[in-house]
């Protein structure tokens, strides 16, 4: 990680500021900071989307399609391409390595690479991909690297896109994405010097009370997903997005992972049968730290954790880990708002849906830090988020080991599971219910429950 900081030198200074004044704060779970407000990003639209805002092929609340048609396209073993980009392509034993590439661009509709039915490695990659001129609100959006079936791996790559609507990684279909040691940074209409502008924000963010306008990692249909010793921007709206799910849902596994969300939105997001795992990893967000919503579930451990844990499907943690994890540490979730959100709004009119979130903890520290809300969340007002049942969701919550929960606004879940030292705070004043059951001004154990 440290040599993943040094090459996105501007990203450190942010880094540093996010991170100050945390001696000062407490895990929790909380209500918005009262303050002022800070640079204004826009009100979100009024228009309305699904709970992700997302379908496959389609960039959120935007109208515009993801150009899936690559410079360097892939398919099986036929890869067609640029003759400029064509010395650093080679087929070893079935593995389309792509080694070396330093590539810019300033097309908005620009797409690196897009990948099916392949075993392909992106490695020591240099890409940024901008926008030079205006777009209108309906071309087709670029991504640096796109894959819809087989195996794309990401490795030693600094990856940069800029403009609002585009992601800079995208796993669809039944595809494996691995991204280990690299930067993937999404500017952003600010990372476009507003040549954007017309593209509009997310359908979505009404519902879900976040800003921004990109997507840093984008996983959807039946994928899986594994980031390792990797550092993932977003300047609003998501750093890893999973969404979208289809068939027997998809899988993110993050281990040493930093995921930032710079101005406004969320770090991570497990909607619609979508299953994450984070071990080790850090996410840092103006506005949300991670989002359940739709039968998404969130698992939080230490990267030790890792070297056990399976994922429902049957994955190792560290299966498609080449060489051994960093240092073992904590999840650390840094939000200027709340840590998690519970999210459950009827976006399209239909009425409460029958759906169940689960949250896992271990070896977790959450903290509210107003020092990072400065930017996009006031731009929208404030606005309590409380975790409340509303008659027809299940919301489930487990800590386990020495994870430690302060309840820092009025809460209400429909199950709690305490296990080992875990422990649940919840002060005068404020009011947990679980299951019918309210508590206050006590300190839940496992024996408690």
């Known amino acids: 990680m440290k040599r993943i900081l040094a090459v996105v030198l501007s990203l450190v200074l942010i880094l540093s500021l996010c991170m100050s004044g945390l001696a000062e704060g407490g895990p929790g779970m909380g209500?918005?900071?009262?303050?002022?407000?800070?640079?204004?990003m826009g009100n979100p639209p009024d228009g309305m989307g699904g709970p992700g805002g997302m379908t496959e092929g389609d960039v959120a609340g935007t109208g515009n399609a993801t150009n899936t048609s690559g410079l360097i396209d892939v398919e099986g073993e036929t890869v067609s391409t640029d003759d400029s980009l064509a010395g650093a392509i080679e087929n070893a034993d079935g593995t389309i390595a792509i080694s070396g590439i330093?590539?810019?661009?300033?097309?908005?509709?620009?797409t690196l690479l897009s990948a099916s039915d392949s075993d392909v490695a992106l490695i020591g990659a240099n890409i940024r991909l901008d926008v030079d001129e205006a777009v209108s609100g309906n071309e087709s959006a670029g991504t640096a690297a796109y894959v819809d079936s087989g195996t794309l791996t990401i490795s030693d790559s600094t990856i940069e896109v800029g403009g609002a609507g585009r992601y800079t990684v995208a796993a669809t279909g039944t595809a494996t994405m691995v991204v280990e040691d690299s930067v993937i940074v999404a500017g952003g209409d600010a990372g476009?010097?507003?040549?954007?502008?017309?593209?509009?924000?997310?359908a979505s963010n009404a519902g879900l009370l976040i800003s921004g306008n990109s997507?840093?990692?984008?996983?959807?249909?039946q994928?899986?997903?594994?980031?390792?010793?990797?550092?993932?921007?977003a300047?609003?709206?998501?750093?890893?997005?999973t969404d979208s799910a289809t068939g027997s849902g998809l899988e993110f596994v993050g281990v040493n992972t930093e995921a930032l969300a710079l101005h406004g939105g969320y770090g991570i997001y497990a909607d619609t049968n979508?299953?994450?795992?984070?071990?080790?990893?850090?996410?840092?967000?103006?506005?949300?730290?991670a989002i359940l919503s739709n039968n998404g579930a969130i698992t939080v451990g230490s990267s030790g954790d890792a070297e056990t844990a399976t994922t429902q499907d049957g994955h190792s943690a560290l299966e498609y880990r080449d060489g051994e994890i960093g240092e073992d540490m904590r999840t650390t979730i840094i939000a200027g708002r709340n840590d998690f959100q519970l999210h459950s709004p009827d976006m399209m009119g239909e009425g409460n849906s029958d759906y169940t979130a689960s949250l896992s903890l271990s070896h977790a520290t959450l903290i509210i830090d107003d020092a990072i809300n400065n930017e996009g969340y006031w731009s929208i007002g404030q606005v309590a988020n409380l975790v409340n049942d509303n008659g027809a969701n299940a919301v489930n919550v487990t800590l386990t080991d020495d994870a430690v929960w302060n309840v820092t606004g009025t809460s209400m879940i429909s199950s709690l599971t305490i296990e080992g030292g875990a422990y649940v705070l919840v002060p005068e004043g404020v009011t947990l219910t679980v299951g019918g059951v309210e508590y206050t001004n006590c300190t839940l154990t496992e024996q408690d429950l």
Do not use: I, M
């Open 274 to 289: 979508c299953r994450d795992y984070l071990y080790g990893a850090t996410l840092v967000s103006a506005e949300v730290g």
């Open 102 to 110: 330093s590539y810019e661009s300033g097309d908005y509709g620009d």
């Open 223 to 233: 994928t899986h997903t594994f980031y390792y010793d990797s550092l993932c921007v």
């Open 215 to 221: 997507r840093a990692n984008f996983s959807v249909g």
């Open 31 to 40: 209500q918005p900071p009262q303050g002022g407000p800070g640079a204004s």
């Open 192 to 202: 476009a010097s507003g040549n954007t502008a017309a593209v509009s924000e997310p």
């Open 235 to 241: 300047d609003g709206w998501a750093a890893l997005s």
